[in-house]
């Protein structure tokens, strides 16, 4: 993980947050399977979701929570 602070002006500061792409997959990953253990969609039994259905339906937020959670 890469961390840059940038000097706009006097009083602004900019922070560059690099982080790998395998460290983003595997916190991913991880967030996804945790939906599918706990989701409830109609045709399927909790825990036995499938991971494309999973990511079709809760993929945007999964994604806006491991961005925040990195």
């Given at each position: 993980?890469?961390?840059?602070?940038v000097?706009?002006?006097?009083?602004?500061?900019?922070?560059?947050?690099?982080?790998?792409?395998?460290?983003?997959?595997?916190?991913?990953?991880?967030?996804?399977?945790?939906?599918?253990?706990k989701?409830?969609?109609?045709?399927?039994?909790?825990?036995?979701?499938?991971?494309?259905?999973?990511?079709?339906?809760?993929?945007?937020?999964?994604?806006?929570?491991?961005?925040?959670?990195?």
């Amino acid at each position: 993980m890469d961390i840059e602070v940038v000097s706009e002006n006097a009083y602004a500061r900019k922070v560059n947050v690099t982080v790998p792409a395998t460290h983003v997959r595997e916190a991913f990953d991880r967030a996804i399977s945790n939906v599918m253990q706990k989701a409830k969609i109609p045709g399927f039994r909790q825990g036995k979701v499938p991971r494309h259905v999973a990511e079709q339906r809760f993929g945007p937020s999964t994604v806006a929570d491991v961005a925040g959670n990195l």
